[in-house]
Each structure stands twice: as C-alpha cells, then as structure tokens.
C-alpha cells in the first residue's frame, strides 16, 4: 500500500534481454499500478545474451506468480523439463553423475540416507537412489506427486528452454500488464547536480527517460551500475578463470534427454543443453589454456549434429558487484555479476534479485535499509553459489592438463575447505537457511567428485546388518521401477500439448 | 582414525546430567554412558522451574519415553505459550497464527485489517486465556505446547529412567579431573578408583566443572542486554483454574514469572542487579561448548534466564546436536568446529528471542537488530542460520510490543481481509469452548 498521497514511482529498465523483461513482467504483474509505473528501454540494435538456457526448479514459482500456463509457455521456448545436471569427466575421464532435483533414498531416524549406504559400504551407488537420477538416464519424465508418502514426491523439476524466446514471451505479459517499452540505445546518463541519484538515460535520438529507480538488465556492459556510479567489481577469476565461452546449436539426435549435460574439457567445460527444437552447445573456457579458435574447433568437433548457426563467442569474468542496489540503481541479471552457468543459475540470480527488489520495493522515497537489505539477500546467494562451483573444479584427481592442475591444486576459499574437510570425515554437510542448494545437491557433488566420507553418522549401526541389506534392495527395486512406470520424456511433452 | 565413539561420560547430577545420560544411551548405538555424580555449586535453571518449548515433546519421543507417560508420572503440566504483562500486553502462543490470504502472509492482513490482538488468532493463545487445552479439532490443530515439568518429582523420574536404559552409576562422586592433550585423561573419584571415557559431558551447570580455565573465561556476558540478574524464586499454592500459559510481567525493575503446575505454582523474580538475598544468574554463553574430547551441555555451555521455556529448550537441542553431530574418537577439529559454529549459530539466536521481549537496544546484536528492523519496516522475517523458533513466534512478541510496519504492505482487499479475519475468530471461538480445561485435559492423559 503506498503511503498517502505519494505518487506512482516510475521505474526504468535498462535493457531487455532476459533479466530486463523478467524484471518488467514481475514488477508489472507483482507491484500496484498506482506504486509504480514500467517503463523498459531497450535497442533493437543490441543482441541479447540470452545464456541460462537451463534453469532451476524456482522458475517454476515465478512463472505461476506472473500467471504463465506450462504448457503454453512450453510450446512458446521450445522447452524440455529438467531432472537435474550430468557431470562427465569431472574427478577423472570416464566418470558420469548427476546432481539430481531431488532427493536420495530415505532418511530414517533423523539420519541421512547416505549414511546408512555408507555403513553399507555400498555409498559409490548413491545415484541409484535417486527417482530423478534413474528417470532422467532413461530419458523419463512425469511430474512429481503431492502425496509425500510416494516416491514420486522426492523430486522437483526445472525446464531447459529458448532464452531467446523467453524475453519475447514476457514481453508480451509485460506489456499487456502495462509496461510500457521504449525503442532506443542509450548514449548517456543524467545525475543529479551533487553527482549522486541517476535522474534519467539519454537515447541516440536525442530523448531523455527520466525515472525514479532505474534498474540496471544491460549485461556486462554494467552502463548504470558500473560506467555511471562506477560501485567496483569483486574479481573471483582466482578461483573460477574460465573467462570465455563459444556457444552453438546443433540439430538433435538420439532420445530427447531430461538433463542438461556439463562435460569437462581440458580447459573448461562444455555445455549441452537439449531443447524441443535443437541442442544448445557451448564451451566455456580459460582463455590462458586455450585459444578461442582451438576452443571453437573443439566445441564443433564435439557437438552431435549439424551446426544450426555461426559459433558465437561470449567474453565475461566471474565474479559481482559488492553492491547490487547503489543509491536509485538496481542491478539485475549480468550487470551485478556472473558466475559461469555451471550448475543453471544464472536465470534464478535473477529471479532472486527480482523477488526482494519486490519485497523491498520503495513506497516513496528510497529506504536505504531497503537497499541494505538488498545487497545482504544477494550477496550471501552469489558467495554460496561461488563456493558451490569451485567445488565442481577443485574436488578433482585430474591432471591430465594444465588447466585442471591448477583447479586441483590451488588454495580455495575457507568457507568451501572446511565444508569439503566436514563431508570427507563423516559424510556431513554444512547446511544454511538462506541460499539455493540444499544439502542432497552437495552430496550428490561431492560424492560425484570423489570426495568419499572416512566415516559415517553413527547411528547407521542401529539397524542389523542383514535388515540393512534387504531395506536397500527393496527402495532399490522400488526406485528402478517407478522411473520404468514413467513415460518417455518426448511423449509425455506431445501429451501436455506443448510440442512444437 | 575415526574409531567410532564407545564410551561416554556424564558429570554433573540434576536433571541436565541425567536428560544427557538417557538420550546418549538410547540415541547411541554401540556407547555406552556412565554417570558420575558431581553435586553442582548452582541449581540449573532446568532444576528450579520445569517450563519446557514444544522442543520436549519429540525430544521425549526420540529416547523411547513417551511424554504423556513422563508428564503423568511425574504430575506436570502443558504450557501453550506465554502471557505477558507489564509494559506490553499479549500473548506468546507456540504455532502458526492465522491463515495466509492466497500469496498474501497472514501477517500483512492482519497489520492492515486487524482490529483485535494479534494473539486473538492464534489458536493456542485463545486456549491458554481460557486455561484450556487442545482438543482434536481442526480449527486448533495450529495449537502446539511445551511441557511444564515438576522439577523435583521429574529429575527422579528422568534418573530412574536413565539407569533403566543402562546408564551405569559408578559408587563415588568425582574428586579429581585429571587432564591430558585431548581435554579430559581420566576421571578419579572419591573411592580412589578412575574411568576413562572417549568422551567427557559436562553437566556441571555454571561451574563448568570439566572445562579448562582457559575455556571457561572464554565467556560472552549477555547481562549488558539482559540486566536482570538478580533471581529469586518462591512457591505459592496451585490455582484451582489451572492456567496453561506461563505468565510474565516485564517492568523495567524487574521480570517475574509464574510457571503453573497442578499443585502449586513457580513464582520466579528476575531484579535488576543490586537486590539483596538474590541468586546471580548472568546470562550468556562460552565461546567454545565442545573442546577436545568434552562437550558442555545445558548451562555449561548457555545460561538463560527461565523465560519462554529457554533453559529446557537449549537443554533439549543441545543433547539432540551431540547426537546427530557426534564426532570420532579422535573428536577431529572439523567436526567439533562445526558443532560449535552450528551451537553458537542456535544461542545467539535463543539470546535475540529473549532480547526481543525488551526495547531494542543501541547496541543491540547485529542478528537481532536485523529482524527487528526488518519486520519494523515492511513484516520480512527471513529464517537465519540457528533459527529455532518461527516467523509466527516472532511476530507475537513484536506485534506484541507494539511493533507496526512503517512501510504496511499490500493486505489485500479490505472487506475480504475483514472476512477472513471474522472466520477465523468465530471458528476459533467454537472450538476453544469446546475444548477440555486444562485439569480435565491432563486427568485424560493418565486414562
């Protein structure tokens, strides 16, 4: 409710790739009309980025709040639901996981599943506990129960779609919302006399868009957040140096996977995401172990079928913006930072930034504890995240190249170490209540990298040995059989009217 | 490396040691757990008045001792909440408040519509005023409650069950801690005779027995929060209409509470420091609860004042985190350093629920100041890292000490707020004066 008499606060996106019209729909759709007024600049000139292809289960959340239909919004981006993510060649060549949405086995007493299979010392088969794991390998899919008794309650699931399509998509909300959309390339920037507050951008032909709050969806470019208020950009490139990425779509061949796929290469890794339509490619690297074109060669050679388009080359460098909300400027999606798109977040640091800028939208004048509060929601995400991914890197045995010499080898931030010592001493994790992966991601992680647990919880022993055995062949036959009793995922997509 | 833990050893005597004692025993496959009596120089908290958080009831369930069973034995009773008076006036009812209006949090409707107390819509706020108890009804289904335990009758109890889950009692009290590089060498007793244990628990309350000097300065003073330290206790008989809500007047010379048992009533005064006759109980916690082979539970670790049920509840989870965080033998730095983050992490956030009762303070813990300042702007509550308690518990208390939001968020349409609210109340109202008196209620266990 906006306090009396105060007047509709006009908000101005800079930008409208994906963050810039996820920004626009959510704030349109979420914040009262007489609170604020939507106004989003963008050039048709300017390419979007469009990475984040493949998404987290929160999607899900966002797209029901701004009132999108699944299938619809399905058969509008050509999308494919997601499982969970397969890491191949990660800890060593001939290695394959996946981090799964969801759980593994069931937890009993209070004391996690892997526990027990450890006590079993049969914990190398973990993955065969999980419903999304065994589904997604067969290339199955059906959406999860409520009933929580059921297995088919102990999974979530995501979409991997056309990031492409899906700004257009919400474009059309957006403005049918009232956003209101204005063509244009910004060439300059007013503040206000003491150069403080952005009082409006100033386009190619000569118009001025004078706004309130201006939230920052122009990329890397960072044209507010970064060239105007100059907030600086915290490097994380020690940790996580693959600064380049070569992307490409190919035609589909084979059965239509519900996964995405994160194959390590010998100066990266490469991305393989399978839609309605084509198959994302890229490969993303450090440009100080491979040079763009042995990268492009590489990444062609790799892919299954015919190249769809010219490989495109992305530059960026890991890492955010200490602040993401400066004075009347809010950052969202690229601009406030990066992190590669290892394990599908860049579309949920968006959504993240969206939903408190939401909660914290100003009614009047800006609140500087609003902003406060801002930069603390967002930079614990972006830390936990950043911690998440060097594991993926650093939890390796591979030494077949330079590049993952030096990811095994280097010194990495004490919050990941002690939580990698506290896994490998008795298969625990360090859990928290605000930030995205919950603790069977980092088990399925640190398992898939290797990282084995010397010990276990130890009231796994209560149960007698031969009961143990027979509990784990019984949820292990049930597992395999509710992912058989699924339908194949291409199917189940024409069924729900969401083919292409 | 990594050898599991097969031997534990109690210190300390009164229901803190003897609670420790039966869950390590029956929680712990393959340990087993002595007791050695150590009469501590400060009665616990725990052992002066039995007010417990709903945290009791699966404490209970998880060391095979059913809490209908315990509370029959041993004659106490159920406390739904707290009411408080004084400078503020509302209720502290355990469980959720109300019902969300779609996306919209109950919270915000009600800061927009709301006429009656907050606490009117808590299912377990409206009982604990009517000194009644829940019944089966859905409409209280919300309501949940914690124990009031008799101390005296339940530390016999909780010792007879202890010793009938095979905690041994070696014939001697401690003399003599002997240490070593880990902590802890050896036990000797007064008979002459040692034991030796793989780990050590210090139950010895505020005198933190086994800990080294060095661990026990190691101490973070709460009082400069919390000034009221100055504790006496008294006894007056039961009231007839058996309330099920602690009471508590917060005035800026002194707290009291009242802690209600069938047959007789806990009157507890918490003075600002100065008063003559009375006990010092100075609030706070030590920096390090588990250092090498020994962990501290209950006020060896946190004092709290007896507010809110604290004592028990730090006393529950804290014996319910040895468990699911024991260590190796070797009692490895990893492990017992993340014991002690995740502990640290739950205590500060016990110390900002009691804060809480009281005006914030300039210098308030950042922690707290965060989710005052938050819910005062615009009703966020976000979960921290150590919350035990709800985003419901929260908003009773600060609503209660007349908190509003100064940026009132969107509490939806009026009239179908106005509704909603009517809805709740009535059905509330229909189910609390069908609901058993509390006595009634408790006679109900023992049948």
Sequence with gaps: MAAEGAKAMRVVIVGGGTAGWMTAAALARLVPA?????????????????????????????????????????????????????????????????????????????VGFHHYLARAGQIERLQDFSLPVVAARGARFAPPADDPESLL?????????????????????????????????????????????????????????????????????????????????????????????????CASQGPLLPYTSAVAMPAGWRWRIPLQHRVGNGYVYSSAHVDDDAARDALLAAIEGPALAEPQLL????????????????????????????????????????????????????????????????????????????LHYHATERDDAPFWTRMRTMEVPDTLARKMALFRARGRVETYREGVFLEPSWIAVYLGQRIVPEGYDQRADAPDAAGLARAVERLHAVTAAAA???????EYIATIGAAA | MNAPIRTIAVVGDGIGAWTAAAALAVRLPGVRVALVPHTARHRAMVDTVGATTPAALPFHVD??????????????????????????????????????AGARPFPAVWAAHGIRPFHHY???????????????????????????????????????????????????????????????????????????ADLYVDATGRERRLATPDDAAAWEDWSRWFPYTALTTATAPAEMLLPSLDRMTIADGAITVASHLPDRTIHLRLARAGATDAETLAPGRRQCGWSGNVVAVGEAHVVLPPMQGLPFHWLHTGIDRIVALLPGRDCAA??????????????????????????????????????????????????????????????????GRGIRPAHLPD???????????????????????????????LEGLTR
């Design chain 1, 34 to 110: 007489a609170q604020a007024e939507i106004v989003l600049v963008e050039s048709d000139e300017i390419g979007i980025v469009g990475v984040g292809e493949a998404t987290l289960p929160h999607i899900r959340a966002f797209n029901t709040r701004i009132g999108i239909d699944e299938a619809d919004f399905m058969r509008a981006t050509g999308a494919t639901f997601k499982l969970g993510i397969e890491f191949r060649d990660w800890a060593r060549i001939g290695d394959s996981y996946i981090h799964p949405f969801g759980v593994f086995g069931r937890d009993t007493d209070g």
């Design chain 1, 153 to 249: 309650s102990t999974y979530g699931y995501a979409y991997q779609f056309d990031a492409t399509r899906y700004a257009p998509y919400l474009r059309v909300r957006a403005e049918a919302d009232g956003a209101q959309r204005i063509e244009g390339r910004v060439v300059a920037v007013d503040r206000d006399a003491d150069g403080g507050r952005v009082t409006a951008v100033r386009l190619a032909d000569g118009r001025a868009v004078a706004g309130d709050l201006f939230v920052d969806c122009s990329g890397f470019r960072a044209l507010l957040i970064g060239d105007t208020l100059r907030e600086p950009f915290e490097d994380w490139s020690r940790w996580l140096p693959c600064d380049r990425a070569v992307a490409v779509p």
């Design chain 1, 315 to 390: 530059r960026f460098h890991a890492g955010r913006r200490p602040r993401g909300w400066v004075d009347n400027v809010v950052a969202i999606g690229l601009a406030g930072g990066f992190l590669e798109p290892l394990e599908s977040t860049s579309i949920y640091l968006i959504q993240i930034a969206i939903t408190a800028l939401v909660e914290l939208f100003p009614d009047g004048a800006i609140d500087p504890a609003d902003r406060d509060e801002f930069n603390r929601v967002l930079g614990i995400e972006y830390d936990r995240i950043r911690d998440f991914l060097i």
């Design chain 1, 484 to 490: 058989r009793a699924m339908p194949d995922h291409r």
């Design chain 2, 63 to 100: 060391i095979g001792w059913d809490w209908r069973d315990a509370l029959a034995r041993t004659g106490g009773a159920i406390r739904l909440g707290t009411q408080v008076t004084g400078r503020d006036d509302y209720v502290h009812a355990y469980g959720a408040v109300g019902q969300a």
């Design chain 2, 122 to 196: 808590a299912a377990g706020a409206r009982l604990g005023l009517a000194a009644k108890a829940p019944s089966r009804d859905p409409a209280l289904a919300d309501a949940i409650f914690g124990l009031v335990l008799d101390p005296d009758r339940y530390a016999r109890a909780v010792e007879g069950y202890a010793q009938h889950r095979g905690v041994m009692v070696p014939a001697a009290p401690l003399a003599e801690v002997a240490r070593g590089d880990a902590g802890v060498a050896a036990l000797h007793l007064a008979d002459g005779t040692h034991l030796i």
């Design chain 2, 334 to 399: 990893v492990e017992v350093d993340h014991y002690n983050r995740t502990a640290n992490d739950e205590a500060d956030r016990l110390r900002d629920l009691l804060l809480a009762h009281l005006p914030l303070a300039d210098d308030a813990p950042e922690t707290l100041r965060d989710t005052v300042v938050e819910f005062a702007r615009r009703l966020r509550w976000r979960q921290r890292d150590g919350e035990g308690f709800a985003r419901d518990d929260w908003a009773q208390i600060l609503f």
């Design chain 2, 411 to 441: 509490g939806g349409d009026a009239e179908q707020g106005r509704r909603l609210l009517d809805d709740i109340d009535h059905r509330l109202a229909a189910a609390v004066a069908a609901a058993p008196d509390h006595r009634t209620f």
